[in-house]
């Protein structure tokens, strides 16, 4: 074949996870073998950002090519803020995990609360229509997974904070949305619950979305909530069950550690970018194989 006749160059689309750390994430493996297996042409790195450099560093990865960033901590209302177009559930949600870059700007996304209820219907087997959900905490972490818990239609979600004023808020936000869907959030009324004591009946779902596994400590949660049949979920994870994770155990509950919902809110992502939903299931199956052979 001549020169003249030889096939063009097909470079792969560049995309990245912005933070600071960011050196211990997993997602360029997790993206890495998202292209593989759908077969697009990714390339996917790590960019460290300056705590005060946030927007200069994704404006020159913009500049130089870029298709899209996955944000995490500090930066996720920083990414809020830049977006010029927001998804409903990055709007709800105050906080933005997925940016994507358009001919016509900036758009942000926020794919943590799907990835949460895609592992715990999918992965984990446990339908949320009908159920009952306990809440842990009020803060970044839990705004962002209520819309996408809401929209699978629970019977109630009860949200526990340590100070009320969070919680309120946090019912408030979504009251309507609650309202729309069907589902009896605290209550519903102004009695609403803020902690303990929590209604002494056994839940279906309760989620800690605390940082307190970061610390090992333990959110506050009446021993009730527990029961045989109870979904136990962090949203944290390590190479170890978290100290919620075993409390649950103790008390009779099925645990289970926020590993999942990572790798299915960054599916989500990749089909906010790429318009192809990669499998979770493999990946997350890698992973957890990755993480045994490291407690080992």
């Known amino acids: 074949m001549s020169v003249s006749e030889s096939k063009p160059v097909v470079h792969a ?3 990245a996870v912005v933070g600071n ?4 994430s997993k997602s360029p493996y997790i993206h890495a073998q998202f292209a593989l297996q759908t077969g697009e042409r990714v390339e996917y790195d790590r960019l460290l950002a300056p705590l005060d450099g946030f927007v200069e560093n994704v404006q ?5 090519g870029g298709r899209g960033l996955n944000v995490t901590v500090p930066f996720k209302l920083e990414a809020h803020a830049l977006a010029q177009k927001l ?5 709800a949600a105050g906080a933005v995990n997925t ?3 358009d001919a016509d700007g900036i758009f942000g996304d926020n794919t943590d609360g799907f990835g949460l209820v895609r592992d715990v219907e999918v ?10 959900v306990l809440l842990l905490g009020a803060g970044g972490a839990a705004r962002g997974v209520v819309l996408p818990m809401l929209e699978r239609r629970p019977r109630e979600i009860t949200i526990v904070n340590r100070t009320a004023p969070k919680a309120h808020a946090l019912i408030e936000q979504f009251a309507g949305a609650a309202g729309e869907f069907g589902c009896l959030l605290n209550g519903g009324g102004p009695e609403a619950v803020y902690r303990d004591p929590v209604d002494p009946k056994p839940y279906d779902v309760i989620v800690n979305a605390t940082a307190g596994s970061l610390d090992a400590a333990l959110p506050e949660c009446d021993e009730r909530a527990f029961g045989t049949l109870t979904l136990a979920y962090d949203m944290m994870y390590g190479t170890q069950p978290t100290v919620f994770m075993r409390r649950a155990q103790a008390l009779g509950a099925r645990a289970a550690d926020g590993l999942g919902m990572l790798v299915e809110q960054a599916a989500e992502s990749f089909f906010v970018w790429r318009g192809v939903r990669p499998e979770g299931a493999p990946v997350l199956a890698a992973l957890r194989a990755q993480l045994a052979a490291q407690a080992a």
Do not use: Q
Not at 60 to 64: L, P, V
């Open 87 to 91: 998804s409903p559930r990055a709007a």
């Open 123 to 132: 992965n984990l087997g446990v339908s949320l229509e009908g159920a009952r």
């Open 13 to 15: 689309d560049r995309y």
């Open 21 to 24: 750390p960011v050196a211990h």
């Open 99 to 101: 940016l994507r870059f």
């Open 60 to 64: 020159a990865f913009h500049a130089a």
